[in-house]
T-cell receptor, first 112, second 113 residues
């Protein structure tokens, strides 16, 4: 399984943008990039996913490098509710046996 | 919207006891999953059911059994609990096996003494 590397922790001030990086240098052509987040004492929740092009939804934006070896999750305006662990996950959509493998993620602290 | 419901929320067992963790989803999803999360670590897949009537091992299946009772329900059984199985257990579901969105329950905190 292709691996991802994320910083252990990051801090952001409330109402400022947050850029959460993820490196995945061994990504294959059929790997999708997924982001989930886990709020304290809750199960993970889906944030966004993409393959090659940048993606936007109501929660966040996903910027994917041209060579696809890295990506960045962008929270446009951090709120206290965005304090969570953010997981960057690669998943091969072609191989049916390939599941989501969660690493340790990035713990985001939002400072009021 | 209930989504994915797990019971119980908390459980304490003695070594060697057995128990079943229950999971039900009301989204008409085909695929269901059981994960465990140890302190300071990410989630690891125990078992999954790609569709009703099928189950497969994940990354850490030893010591567990599962049953896909029907389309809604997927249970996880510990036949003889061990302290190493102390963890938070999460059930999840997705529309189908290839779908990108997993929906998680709120978890079961299990302690084995």
């Amino acid at each position: 399984d292709a691996k991802t590397t994320q910083p252990n922790s990051m801090e952001s001030n409330e109402e400022e943008p947050v850029h959460l990086p993820c490196n995945h240098s061994t990504i294959s052509g059929t790997d999708y990039i997924h982001w989930y987040r886990q709020l304290p004492s809750q199960g993970p929740e889906y944030v966004i996913h993409g393959l090659t092009s940048n993606v936007n939804n109501r929660m966040a934006s996903l910027a994917i490098a041209e060579d696809r070896k890295s990506s960045t999750l962008i929270l446009h305006r951090a709120t206290l509710r965005d304090a969570a662990v953010y997981y960057c996950i690669l998943r091969d959509r072609v191989y049916a046996g390939n599941q989501f493998y969660f690493g340790t993620g990035t713990s985001l602290t939002v400072i009021p | 919207n209930a989504g994915v419901t797990q019971t119980p929320k908390f459980q304490v067992l003695k070594t060697g006891q057995s128990m079943t963790l229950q999971c039900a989803q009301d989204m008409n999803h085909n695929s269901m999953y059981w994960y465990r999360q140890d302190p300071g670590m990410g989630l690891r897949l125990i078992y999954y059911s790609a569709s009703e009537g099928t189950t497969d091992k994940g990354e850490v299946p030893n010591g567990y059994n599962v049953s896909r009772l029907n389309k809604r329900e997927f249970s996880l059984r510990l036949e003889s609990a061990a302290p190493s199985q102390t963890s938070v257990y999460f059930c999840a579901s997705s529309e189908d096996f290839r779908n990108e969105k997993l929906f998680f329950g709120s978890g079961t905190q299990l302690s084995v003494l």
